[in-house]
Every structure is written in structure tokens, then in C-alpha cells.
């Protein structure tokens, strides 16, 4: 893969010179869209931090977030509005909200399996220890060896 002849860089796209210079430095890179679930057709990122979960969907158009604080209060799923950066804001439902709705934790349990299984093939101890850590509180059945 790195036979590649300076000459022939030019001819490449700017991902796939991008992915080569990642590789190059070892470092690792997620496709886009990898922790993402749908939630009463609203798209949100299952986000972990230090074993716990929450769901965020990040807006510009405040249209868009009233639309989502909607689609998910008609699911009884209370979401609050936090600044993001950037001009943009984030629409979050907390582990509460996802341990609250069965069908919720259920869908982000698979969600963190996946997640799971990605952080160990990749040798994340830190990041493994810390969505197997979320998927305890959430009660979740993990088919994978705890560590």
C-alpha cells in the first residue's frame, strides 16, 4: 500500500492520500456516522464519557431543533439545548432519559456492542473500560469478555 511513487500522489484523491498519511503515523481514524442510532427518526450520536451515555444530535437551523425537541417529546423523551460551538447547538437526551425508555436503552445497548467490539479490536483499553463501564449502568447483556 505505501509502494506508492511521489509522482503518483498527485493522481490521488485528497481522502485517499489523507487515510495514507494517517497510516503512516499509525494512528487510527472512525469511518463517520459509526455511533450513530435513530431515535423517532432523528438521528443522534451515542456518545460515551467515562462510562456514562447520552444521545446528541447537533443543529444549526433552530427549525430543525424545534422539529427534533418535538419528534421526541411526542416520544416522552425529555431533551434539553446546549450550546455546541460554532453557532451550532446540540439537542441531548442524558442516560436518564435512555434508561427510562426500554426500547431506547435497547437500541443503544446494541449500538455500545458495537462500539465495544471496535475499541477492542483497536486496542482501546481506556475507551473499551469506558463504554463497558456505560453498558453496566445501563444494564446492558454483554455478549463480549469483560477485562
Given at each position: 500500500?505505501?509502494?506508492?511513487?511521489?509522482?503518483?500522489?498527485?493522481?490521488?484523491?485528497?481522502?485517499?492520500?489523507l487515510r495514507l498519511?494517517?497510516?503512516?503515523?499509525?494512528?487510527?481514524?472512525?469511518?463517520?456516522?459509526?455511533?450513530?442510532?435513530?431515535?423517532?427518526?432523528?438521528?443522534?450520536?451515542?456518545?460515551?464519557?467515562?462510562?456514562?451515555?447520552?444521545?446528541?444530535?447537533?443543529?444549526?437551523?433552530?427549525?430543525?431543533?424545534?422539529?427534533?425537541?418535538?419528534?421526541?417529546?411526542?416520544?416522552?423523551?425529555?431533551?434539553?439545548?446546549?450550546?455546541?460551538?460554532?453557532?451550532?447547538?446540540?439537542?441531548?437526551?442524558?442516560?436518564?432519559?435512555?434508561?427510562?425508555?426500554?426500547?431506547?436503552?435497547a437500541i443503544v445497548?446494541?449500538?455500545?456492542?458495537?462500539?465495544?467490539?471496535?475499541?477492542?479490536?483497536?486496542?482501546?483499553?481506556?475507551?473499551?473500560?469506558?463504554?463497558?463501564?456505560?453498558?453496566?449502568?445501563?444494564?446492558?447483556?454483554?455478549?463480549?469478555?469483560?477485562?
Amino acid at each position: 500500500m505505501f509502494g506508492v511513487i511521489i509522482g503518483d500522489l498527485a493522481r490521488l484523491g485528497d481522502a485517499v492520500k489523507l487515510r495514507l498519511l494517517i497510516d503512516l503515523t499509525g494512528m487510527g481514524y472512525r469511518s463517520k456516522g459509526r455511533s450513530s442510532v435513530i431515535i423517532g427518526g432523528v438521528k443522534m450520536t451515542v456518545r460515551v464519557c467515562d462510562g456514562y451515555v447520552e444521545l446528541v444530535a447537533v443543529y444549526k437551523d433552530e427549525a430543525e431543533i424545534a422539529r427534533v425537541l418535538e419528534s421526541l417529546n411526542a416520544l416522552g423523551i425529555n431533551a434539553s439545548v446546549t450550546p455546541w460551538g460554532g453557532g451550532m447547538r446540540a439537542v441531548r437526551a442524558r442516560q436518564g432519559e435512555v434508561m427510562r425508555h426500554d426500547w431506547v436503552r435497547a437500541i443503544v445497548c446494541g449500538k455500545l456492542t458495537e462500539m465495544l467490539r471496535e475499541a477492542l479490536s483497536n486496542g482501546d483499553d481506556g475507551r473499551s473500560q469506558s463504554i463497558d463501564d456505560a453498558m453496566t449502568r445501563l444494564g446492558c447483556t454483554n455478549p463480549l469478555p469483560r477485562t
